[in-house]
């Protein structure tokens, strides 16, 4: 493999006030593994969920940003130092009911695509365990956060995307439609989903290049995997006009049903084993397994991209994993990168042989900060 990438991200500390049950913590990181022990409830999620917050500007859980905010406070704020080799970059996101402001280098950011993906992380979380039967907006909200993160035209389509075809289901849901307006916006429509249906083919490419490879460091048996975008036009080649064509033929029952019916929004992306559906045929552990090759492929593909190593965030992760599982994590996660492990189980670290910091949280508080390094 060609890997002369040596890019890493790296938090050097991070800063939250008034965020879900911190009230005011400043920590400073391990550049390389960091591991964070408590009990239920103490706030390990929501210190991921702070950092994954600074990469895409969304919680991975499904709540909306004011839950976020600490109960009887009016904002929350999340910031972090990142390392660079030239000058240490300031970031930070106040979450205010109404909104966010975001900041870059103490200067304020008024485009949320400016800020989405300055830093990136990926995200391993128990929660992920009903992905595979999830309806396809979860799992199109995976791709779109990992895509949007590394791609600012993906991103900048996908506002123009949603707002074309809000316009035009509230169009369709009119009495006497302006057929001059339906045509514009139909078009509009169509011509902004063109980058994302390639962008989300070729992802869906890398990964199915990739995904075996890496499931097969955890299992000794070998499950053919594969993911199948599915999509309105898989054939066409020439995007724009065959969508055009296929929403002019389909205009009756569009305003029939008042809404749109074929695009982006109805697209999914299947995952299979031995092409069978995997919510169908695999068990609770096989589809741990596929989710942690999943997310690995996911941060080969961003080091393929941004040439960078993105921040690795594991919620909780080792604690479902039998001891040959928890190794082989363990050892298929890439050096290069900086990594936050969670557990309530002081005896995963047992298993870690490299350098470490371990901190203990209890109650919104980090209550004690040891590390291994000289
Ligand atoms: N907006 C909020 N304000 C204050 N506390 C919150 C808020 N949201 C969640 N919490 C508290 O955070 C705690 C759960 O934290 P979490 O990070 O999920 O725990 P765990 O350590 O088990 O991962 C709960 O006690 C919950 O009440
Ligand atoms: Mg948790």
Do not use: W
């Amino acid at each position: 493999m060609e890997m002369n990438i040596s890019l890493a991200m790296k938090i050097k500390t991070i800063e939250l006030n008034s965020f879900r049950n911190y009230d005011h913590i400043q920590c400073e990181l391990d550049p390389q593994l960091n591991v964070f022990i408590g009990a239920n409830g103490q706030g390990k999620t929501n210190l991921l969920e702070s950092l994954a917050f600074l990469s895409s500007l969304r919680s991975f859980r499904q709540v909306s940003d004011s839950d976020l905010i600490q109960f009887d406070k009016d904002y929350a704020r999340v910031s972090c130092i990142l390392e660079d080799d030239i000058i240490d970059k300031k970031l930070s996101v106040m979450i205010h009911p109404s909104g966010k402001t975001l900041r870059y280098q103490n200067q304020l950011i008024r485009k949320t695509s400016e800020f989405i993906g300055l830093i990136n992380t990926v995200i391993f979380s128990p929660i992920d365990m009903s992905f595979f039967e999830d309806a396809p907006r979860v799992r199109r909200k995976v791709f779109d956060l990992e895509a949007g993160k590394l791609s600012r035209l993906y991103l900048s389509q996908m506002l123009i995307f949603n707002k074309s075809l809000k316009q035009r289901n509230a169009l369709l849901k009119e009495k006497n439609i302006d057929r001059t307006l339906l045509d514009i916006l139909t078009k509009q429509l169509a011509k902004s989903q063109v980058e994302i249906i390639l962008y989300r083919r070729q992802m869906v490419e890398f990964i199915n290049s990739k995904i075996n490879e890496i499931y097969e460091r955890f299992s000794k048996v070998p499950l053919h995997i594969s993911i199948t975008y599915e999509e309105t036009l898989p054939d066409s080649t020439n995007l724009e006009n065959d969508l055009i064509h296929l929403y002019q033929k389909s205009i009756d029952k569009d305003i029939f049903h008042k809404t749109t019916q074929k695009g982006l929004q109805r697209d999914d992306f299947v995952f299979k084993a031995n092409d069978i559906e995997i919510s169908k045929i695999a068990s609770q552990g096989q589809k741990r397994l596929v989710l942690l090759a999943f997310k690995l492929t996911l941060v080969e593909y961003i080091v393929s991209l941004s040439k960078s190593y993105p921040i690795l965030l594991l919620d909780d992760v080792f604690s479902e994993l039998d001891e040959y599982h928890q190794k082989t994590l363990l050892k298929t996660l890439p050096k290069e990168s900086q990594t936050i492990i969670t557990t309530t189980q002081s005896k995963v670290l047992k298993e870690i042989k490299q350098p470490m910091t371990v901190f203990t949280i209890t109650d919104g508080q980090i209550t004690s900060r040891r590390t291994t390094h000289e």
